[in-house]
């Protein structure tokens, strides 16, 4: 297996994502699949980050071994900060374990309850039996995302397609768009800080915040213990991915790169993201708790 450089250079791809779903959450390919298909495209270092569970962990770990990959455990925390639904993702060396295991018992309780008021907010715009029409499209008994709901949405004819039942109904500020139930970010980053993992803020350019907002956000993920960010998430605007770089080298925050993966036949997959600018950044593997993912043997990723 290749060792990963110590710095990033001028435009350049590696052979690492840190940010993908599976069946797990609510991503279509289970996670052996998920993994096959990253040792395919050439990765030699993955995370599988489900929202809010590590379920698919144990699967992916056999699988990594198996196709000779470098898999990290982690998942993707939904979070509250300033009324905004913000995602952490967790990237988490040694597993399962400590403050996490309750976090995630906590996450998944959120999750339940949320849909329930999402359900009840559906069906006053017209979708009967939202709940049941939700688990139906999930067609597994994981606990529910709004992605199953925008199925359902779908599925009923109250919309389209996917993307106007986010417009009209799921996405950021509308009706199915529940917060109240997640837990403030300082608190999800000190969960993963307290057991063992590198917290990271996913995706921050698809908040629609401003600079300096984001620069709020990133001092108050950071005063908590927060200490990387997704440089790249998936495809993104180069001159975007260079200004963002400066907030992260201007704070000494480390940078991740992750694909936010989902399904095949989307315009994402596994290590397809837009190119890393030169940046004083440092790559999320010079973390001391990750220290050991640049020459790391195929496998799970674990703490010595
Ligand atoms: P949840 O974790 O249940 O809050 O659902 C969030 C998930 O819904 C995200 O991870 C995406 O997979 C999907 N999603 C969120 N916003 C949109 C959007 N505007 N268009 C399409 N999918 C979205
Ligand atoms: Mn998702
Ligand atoms: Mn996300
Ligand atoms: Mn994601």
Redesign the pocket.
């Known amino acids: 297996m290749p060792q990963l450089p110590y710095t990033f250079d001028a435009d350049q791809r590696y052979p690492v994502d840190l940010h993908m ?1 599976s069946t797990a ?2 991503g279509a390919l289970t996670p052996t699949e998920l993994v096959t298909l990253c040792a395919e495209r050439g990765l030699t270092h993955m995370s599988l980050t489900d ?2 569970t590590m379920d698919g962990i144990d699967e992916a770990a056999r699988a990594a071994e198996q196709a000779g990959l470098c898999l990290i455990a982690g998942c ?1 925390l ?1 979070t509250r900060w300033q009324g905004i ?1 913000i ?1 952490v993702v967790a990237l988490m060396p040694g597993g399962l374990q400590g403050a996490m295991v309750e976090g995630l018992i906590q996450q998944r309780d959120a ?1 339940i309850q ?1 849909a329930e008021v999402i359900a009840e907010r559906l069906e006053k715009v017209g979708l009967s039996n939202a709940l049941e029409k939700a688990r139906v499209q999930a067609g597994s008994d994981r606990p ?5 709901f ?1 199925r359902a949405l779908v599925a009923d004819g109250l919309v389209p397609d ?2 106007s039942a ?2 009209r109904y ?3 500020g509308k009706k199915g768009d529940v917060k109240a139930h997640w837990p403030e970010i300082s608190q999800v980053v000190a969960w993963v800080v307290a057991s063992g993992g590198v917290a990271v803020i996913a995706h921050p350019l698809r908040y629609g915040l401003t600079r300096r907002k984001r620069g709020l956000l990133m001092d108050t993920f950071q005063a908590a213990g927060g200490q990387a960010v997704e440089l790249v998430s998936g495809q993104q605007n180069s001159d975007s991915t260079r200004d963002l770089a400066r907030q992260l080298a201007e704070r000494e925050l480390y940078a991740s790169l992750g694909s ?1 993966f ?1 399904f095949p036949g989307s315009h994402a997959a596994p290590g397809s993201m837009s190119l890393v600018p030169r940046t004083a950044a440092p790559p999320i593997w010079q973390h001391p708790r990750l220290l050991h993912l640049r020459d790391a043997q195929p496998g799970l990723l674990a703490n010595a």
């Open positions: 779903h959450s609510d929202h809010d993707e939904s639904n995602h999750r949320r529910l995302g709004r992605p199953d925008a996917w993307s986010f417009k799921l996405g950021s936010d989902h």
